[in-house]
């Protein structure tokens, strides 16, 4: 037909997976006459192809560098495992304690908290060696096992045993500020020992003879360790406890305003007496160096300062100055000697409140008046020290079955009487001689102790380990 072309294109379409039927084009499908109504359209999109789950299989093979390269591999992996079992088995026997010490077990601490205290106890100053068999350490049964034995006593022996650490001593004073209730029986008011106050004439001349030396024994010592503002305030003026008892007595002699300029260097040592006011506390820490190079701080001791709920027994045998300066004030004396006011021997000696009794009588017929006793700690003689740390050692090292025997016993208590004593019908007295309302018993009674309140009397008992007996046996022996 004139003015019409007809051209014919060919389609060539890949053949799809799968055939989707769709909608109709709108136009066609509004006129109706479209041939494609009566047939849905191919899809043009393919579908993915359907995934293979079988082995991917290749015949090529691994050249000799490759090879080499999983060989070195696997030695790397078995190397790096045995490396770290071979660290391990080297780190094993210091893991086995915080401190990371090879070849100490779980109770390393325990260990050198029991060492330390040992030789503290024994005031030793030797060189400790932790790896000598001679230094081993036995675990008292009674003692908790994640606990340090820690001795009672040694508080007590740190403060009244004699010191020649003069700093240490000051530093003590200036953290009380009075400085009254110092368990002391003074002879001197000043260095120069020209101002006399002791209780009675003899003890006088034992201070002369004992005790001229001692630095806790002269009340300038706690004088010029004191804030004298509050001093005053609380002893001095006119009608005060220290300005009547002692100021007005020194100010009779012609050197008494110038008392105060003291000596110098003329002491080797301070001393407390012994008393039951006050159990002492104490806390001692030692550094140790782990593997690391590490600081680790240890607690070797604490005890707590307990006061005395009943109060102290010890002054019937010295009389503090607490008490003294009060009671020659109020009596109009003099606790300095050989001035117009003295205090008589017979009146000081009546503030130490002990009453009469037979044991008093005896104890005063064969030792001395009370309030003019000093009792004074005696330390552990170093010969003796020696002694005890030779012998444990050689319990430790030289004789197995005897160091069975000795772990096996533990502790235990005796109640020993003499054998003379046993048997009869006997009854007894005695006991605390710092006790004044005690009775005859059936039993033994228990001798003097820091916690004997006098509350009612006690049978003598004795704790004993097994270590204590054995030295006892032997010693004895001698």
Same mark, same amino acid.
């Given at each position: 037909?004139?003015?019409?072309?007809?051209?014919?294109?060919?389609?060539?379409?890949?053949?799809?997976?799968?055939?989707?039927?769709?909608?109709?084009?709108?136009?066609?499908?509004?006129?109706?006459?479209?041939?494609?109504?009566?047939?849905?359209?191919?899809?043009?999109?393919?579908?993915?192809?359907?995934?293979?789950?079988?082995?991917?299989?290749?015949?090529?093979?691994?050249?000799?560098?490759?090879?080499?390269?999983?060989?070195?591999?696997?030695?790397?992996?078995?190397?790096?495992?045995?490396?770290?079992?071979?660290?391990?088995? &080297?780190? !094993?026997?210091?893991?086995?304690?915080?401190?990371? $010490?090879?070849?100490?077990? /779980? +109770?390393?601490?325990?260990?050198? #908290?029991?060492?330390?205290?040992?030789?503290?106890?024994?005031?030793?100053?030797?060189?400790?060696?932790?790896?000598?068999?001679?230094?081993?350490?036995?675990?008292?049964?009674?003692?908790?096992?994640?606990?340090?034995?820690?001795?009672?006593?040694?508080?007590?022996?740190?403060?009244?045993?004699?010191?020649?650490?003069?700093?240490?001593?000051?530093?003590?004073?200036?953290?009380?500020?009075?400085?009254?209730?110092?368990?002391?029986?003074?002879?001197?008011?000043?260095?120069?020992?020209?101002?006399?106050?002791?209780?009675?004439?003899?003890?006088?001349?034992?201070?002369?003879?004992?005790?001229?030396?001692?630095?806790? &024994?002269? !009340?300038?010592?706690?004088?010029?360790?004191?804030? $004298?503002?509050?001093?005053? /305030? +609380?002893?001095?003026?006119?009608? #005060?406890?220290?300005?009547?008892?002692?100021?007005?007595?020194?100010?009779?002699?012609?050197?008494?305003?110038?008392?105060?300029?003291?000596?110098?260097?003329?002491?080797?040592?301070?001393?407390?007496?012994?008393?039951?006011?006050?159990?002492?506390?104490?806390?001692?820490?030692?550094?140790?160096?782990?593997?690391?190079?590490?600081?680790?701080?240890?607690?070797?001791?604490?005890?707590?300062?307990?006061?005395?709920?009943?109060?102290?027994?010890?002054?019937?045998?010295?009389?503090?100055?607490?008490?003294?300066?009060?009671?020659?004030?109020?009596?109009?004396?003099?606790?300095?000697?050989?001035?117009?006011?003295?205090?008589?021997?017979?009146?000081?000696?009546?503030?130490?409140?002990?009453?009469?009794?037979?044991?008093?009588?005896?104890?005063?017929?064969?030792?001395?008046?009370?309030?003019?006793?000093?009792?004074?700690?005696?330390?552990?003689?170093?010969?003796?020290?020696?002694?005890?740390?030779?012998?444990?050692?050689?319990?430790?090292?030289?004789?197995?079955?005897?160091?069975?025997?000795?772990?096996?016993?533990?502790?235990?208590?005796?109640?020993?009487?003499?054998?003379?004593?046993?048997?009869?019908?006997?009854?007894?007295?005695?006991?605390?001689?710092?006790?004044?309302?005690?009775?005859?018993?059936?039993?033994?009674?228990?001798?003097?102790?820091?916690?004997?309140?006098?509350?009612?009397?006690?049978?003598?008992?004795?704790?004993?380990?097994?270590?204590?007996?054995?030295?006892?046996?032997?010693?004895?022996?001698?």
């Amino acid at each position: 037909m004139p003015g019409f072309q007809i051209h014919i294109v060919r389609f060539d379409v890949e053949p799809a997976d799968d055939i989707h039927p769709c909608i109709n084009d709108a136009p066609f499908a509004a006129g109706g006459g479209s041939p494609l109504l009566a047939h849905p359209r191919a899809s043009l999109v393919p579908k993915p192809a359907r995934r293979n789950n079988g082995f991917v299989t290749s015949e090529d093979y691994m050249t000799w560098f490759e090879y080499m390269e999983a060989v070195c591999g696997f030695l790397y992996v078995a190397a790096s495992i045995a490396s770290g079992v071979v660290y391990l088995q &080297v780190l !094993y026997p210091s893991f086995a304690n915080e401190l990371t $010490w090879p070849y100490f077990n /779980t +109770s390393t601490h325990l260990f050198i #908290g029991d060492l330390c205290n040992f030789h503290l106890g024994l005031d030793s100053r030797s060189e400790v060696l932790l790896l000598a068999s001679s230094y081993a350490v036995l675990r008292s049964p009674s003692v908790e096992s994640m606990g340090i034995a820690m001795n009672p006593v040694y508080p007590r022996m740190l403060v009244l045993q004699a010191s020649t650490d003069f700093e240490d001593v000051i530093q003590g004073l200036h953290a009380n500020e009075l400085n009254l209730g110092l368990p002391t029986q003074y002879c001197w008011v000043d260095f120069d020992k020209t101002f006399e106050m002791a209780h009675t004439s003899a003890r006088q001349a034992r201070c002369a003879s004992m005790y001229h030396a001692n630095a806790a &024994v002269h !009340y300038e010592a706690v004088l010029r360790n004191i804030p $004298w503002a509050k001093w005053e /305030t +609380s002893f001095g003026g006119p009608n #005060g406890s220290f300005t009547r008892a002692i100021a007005a007595g020194v100010m009779e002699f012609p050197t008494g305003s110038a008392w105060l300029k003291a000596v110098q260097n003329a002491f080797v040592d301070w001393m407390l007496r012994w008393h039951n006011g006050w159990p002492p506390g104490v806390k001692e820490i030692i550094e140790v160096v782990d593997a690391y190079g590490f600081f680790n701080k240890l607690i070797v001791k604490s005890l707590s300062y307990l006061p005395q709920a009943t109060g102290s027994k010890s002054t019937v045998l010295n009389s503090v100055i607490t008490s003294d300066m009060p009671f020659a004030r109020l009596r109009n004396y003099s606790l300095v000697r050989g001035t117009s006011r003295q205090i008589p021997d017979e009146l000081i000696l009546f503030n130490s409140g002990m009453v009469p009794t037979l044991v008093s009588q005896l104890w005063e017929t064969n030792i001395g008046p009370y309030g003019a006793i000093d009792a004074v700690w005696v330390p552990v003689p170093p010969s003796l020290a020696d002694i005890v740390h030779s012998f444990q050692g050689d319990v430790l090292t030289r004789n197995a079955t005897v160091l069975a025997a000795v772990q096996e016993l533990g502790y235990e208590w005796a109640l020993p009487t003499p054998r003379a004593w046993s048997g009869g019908a006997y009854e007894f007295s005695g006991g605390n001689p710092m006790c004044d309302n005690t009775h005859r018993t059936s039993f033994v009674q228990e001798t003097f102790g820091i916690d004997d309140m006098c509350l009612t009397s006690l049978q003598l008992s004795v704790e004993m380990d097994a270590m204590s007996v054995l030295f006892a046996l032997v010693v004895s022996s001698q």
